[in-house]
């Protein structure tokens, strides 16, 4: 009754039912699984969104070299400018500040803090970036918080079943793509985005992110991945912006989830987490691989 594995279908139930996706998320949980209670997942996205917060911290504060040597210290440094009255963002506030703990998340798990992955490693920074900065910008509770969370898990549970979430499957569209839908439509509940709208900022999110390769120097997950997190983390905003101003995707979400698939399938493998290819085989790509001792088999 509340399983789904299409936008289609989680739409449909959303409006038979008046839930949000967040509610919707829940209630499959307590459908699929008999031992689930409704407590006991509250309770365990609640550790989790602590683990978040400490990740975001922990990158904000740390000044070390990450293992691969090609980032650190690179979310203090964007810190120091958020804190610095005389230094200008283009960026409003919240974008500025979703950019540099996306950035944070992503270092700390470059430098071995404590992994988070949010749908995985690599991609994320997106999802808690963009959600401690709009916590702390516009006062959202850790229950609005939470809801939040369960409205991105639905968009990645549904590219998980229908395409992929990872670089090694279909290039960093699946990855950093997936984690920019999911954030789009996580931001666009908060704002009180109706279940069509939350679909419509993850389609728009998905759609211009189609065809981005993994190509990780060394395949280390430093670049273009820390960088890449904070850059996505902004397109988030411009995806709910788009929505509640009233622009409407004009592929469906399903069909530009399976666009991706098919994108990611005919992608080659030199541009899907090998480091043989794109970024990770330009010539200061191949050095600092060569650097670090590092064998790309294949080149
Ligand atoms: S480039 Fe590859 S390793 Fe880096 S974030 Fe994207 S998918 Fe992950």
Do not use: W
């Not at 939040?148 to 990645?156: D, F, K, N, R």
């Not at 273009?224 to 411009?238: E, L």
Request: proline residues 3%; contains cysteine; negative net charge.
């Amino acid at each position: 009754m509340y399983d789904f594995n299409t936008g289609e279908k989680l739409l449909e139930i959303c409006t038979q039912s008046n839930f949000t996706i967040a509610e919707v998320v829940i209630r499959r949980e307590l459908q699929l699984n008999e031992n689930a209670r409704r407590e006991a997942i509250m309770a365990e996205l609640t550790n989790r969104l602590e683990v978040i917060r400490s990740g975001v911290i922990e990158g904000l504060n740390r000044k070390d070299k990450s293992v691969g040597l090609m980032v650190g210290g690179l979310a203090n440094k964007l810190k120091a400018r958020l804190d610095n009255p005389d230094f200008a963002f283009f960026h409003s506030k919240v974008v500025a500040k979703a950019m540099t703990y996306a950035i944070a998340t992503n270092e700390n798990n470059a430098c071995m803090g404590r992994i988070l992955a949010f749908p995985t490693a690599g991609a994320a920074g997106v999802i808690p970036g963009i959600l401690c900065a709009v916590a702390e910008e516009f006062n959202y509770d850790d229950d609005a918080i939470l809801d939040a969370m369960l409205c991105a898990s639905a968009i990645g549970l549904i590219i998980a079943e229908n395409a992929s979430l990872s670089g090694a499957g279909g290039g960093c569209q699946a990855e950093v793509g997936s984690a920019t839908a999911m954030g789009a439509a996580a931001v666009t509940q908060l704002r009180g985005g109706t279940p069509t709208d939350c679909i419509n900022a993850a389609t728009l999110a998905l759609k211009n992110t189609l065809g981005l390769v993994c190509d990780p120097i060394g395949g280390m997950v430093e670049v273009p991945c820390v960088k890449r997190n904070g850059m996505f983390a902004t397109m988030v905003f411009s995806a709910s912006d788009l929505t509640m101003a009233g622009l409407v995707s004009f592929v469906p979400f399903d069909q530009v989830v399976d666009a991706m698939k098919r994108i990611g399938d005919m992608m080659p493998d030199a541009h899907k987490e090998t480091a043989m290819g794109g970024l990770a085989q330009t010539k200061i790509g191949r050095e600092q691989t060569k650097k670090l001792g590092i064998k790309i088999t294949g080149v």
